[in-house]
């Protein structure tokens, strides 16, 4: 996905070469999924004969201001690129359209040949992108509801710490914001958090004020660097993990040190354990807390991910890990009894494990319907409950818990 540095690159090519000419001819795709909001002829019809006066971004958007209103803008998705014909603009891998490509491209949506001869496209192969005709981009979504740009509107080390000491989210997740700070993606979050030796996962109010300033300098740095090089990624520096993000887990290292992936703000995260390790109390749940939960009722599978320290130690953060916490603290009472049903009855394996997995509640009604299944066939309501009573008496005797028993 081109993020801040490539839409960066996108609006410098576009200033030194298109402004001051005039839009002579405009070829608009007839794709309402990316052409937002306005026919393709009433698009092309509203910019010919206007000049291109500047070209503008915030965060991961860019727009062309003309001689007057309204304006293209360009949200650019996955895969949304700027190319201008005969003018090197930065390319990346899921976007870039060959020189040996017809032109202007079958994937262009937005497309002007200016009074000079130059033609400039903006191509979208996955169709994610957006590109809008509006009067005032600044005043309306999504440019209006973007945080401060990572490059032009930087925060002071104070302001960077005492935002951070508000959040409780996990670092990751918080730099993909862009409410938050705009321009950063999946992959600066990645390079940045390895140059500061953060773990993703570790929550933001956590970092002590000195890691809050590495960590800002880091994000200047980072885009800096990009963009020293027109965010050609060949030519980013040799010791970012930028370079091995795309490597299969195993075969993944930076400087020597293994690469390992995670799922973190819901994107695949690349990060080195050895270097980017998890602090303070999340450190301390790393090491002991999947061990006291990995005994109730989880597979083997589940253990090897406690153990890995990795979404489970987020504080409810990470998105998939989030969900599976609620369902197991929902589950909790109904865990402990799947063991002696499965003793009793394979037949009653696979439905007995659909409902503890996906019903959050309703212990009770299970029960009361897998009783049966460890007789034989059908059973009268009386030999129903005895079959539940006697089922949860075996269950209580083999946790352990006669004291419970008593009280009952």
């Known amino acids: 996905m081109p993020e801040l540095p490539e839409v960066e690159a996108a609006r410098r090519a576009i200033e030194e070469h298109c402004i001051g000419k005039k839009i002579v001819k405009s070829i608009i795709a007839d794709d309402s999924k990316v052409i937002d909001g306005v ?63 017809e032109w202007p491209s079958k994937y262009s949506k937005f497309f002007v040949e200016l009074d000079d001869g130059l033609e400039l496209s903006f191509t979208d192969k996955r169709r994610f992108a957006k590109v809008r005709l509006l009067n005032d981009p600044t005043s309306v979504p999504p440019i209006s509801e973007l945080g401060p740009d990572a490059l032009l509107e930087p925060m002071t080390v104070d302001e960077f710490t005492d935002s951070l000491s508000k ?6 997740a918080l730099l993909l914001d862009q409410s938050y700070i705009s321009g950063i993606g999946n992959w600066v979050a990645d390079e940045v958090l390895y140059q500061a030796k953060i773990h993703p996962l570790q929550t933001a109010v956590s970092l002590s004020k000195e890691s809050c300033a590495t960590l800002l300098k880091c994000i200047k740095e980072v885009i800096e660097k990009a963009l020293e090089v027109g965010a050609d990624s060949s030519q980013f520096p040799s010791n970012w993990i930028f370079h091995s993000r795309e490597k299969k887990p195993g075969k993944a290292f930076v400087d020597g040190k293994k690469i390992d992936f995670i799922t973190a703000g819901g994107r695949t995260t690349a990060y080195v354990p050895e270097l980017q390790k998890l602090n303070g109390v999340q450190a301390a749940k790393a090491v002991g807390k999947p061990r006291k939960q990995a005994p109730k009722g989880e597979d083997s599978k589940d253990d090897d991910k406690y153990n890995s320290g990795d979404e489970s130690e987020s504080d409810g953060e990470e998105i998939a890990e989030n969900v599976k916490s609620k369902k197991r603290q929902k589950l909790g009472g109904q865990v402990k009894q799947p063991s002696p049903r499965k003793r009793k009855s394979k037949e009653s394996d696979t439905e007995d494990d659909d409902g503890g997995n996906d019903d959050d509640g309703g212990g009770s009604d299970d029960n009361a319907e897998e009783a049966p299944k460890t007789k034989s066939g059908k059973v009268t309501k009386n030999k129903q409950a005895k079959a539940v009573t006697t089922s949860k008496e075996k269950v209580i005797s083999q946790k352990g818990k006669p004291s419970k028993k008593k009280a009952k």
């Open 39 to 101: 026919s393709a002829s009433d698009f092309e019809a509203s910019v010919l004969g206007k000049a291109i006066l500047s070209a503008h971004r915030k965060g991961k958007n860019l727009w062309l201001r003309l001689d007057s209103p309204p304006f293209p803008s360009f949200q650019f998705g996955m895969t949304g690129a700027i190319y201008i014909k005969g003018v090197a603009v930065t390319q990346y891998k899921r976007s870039a359209v060959k020189d040996t490509d």
């Open 167 to 172: 959040k409780k989210i996990t670092l990751k």
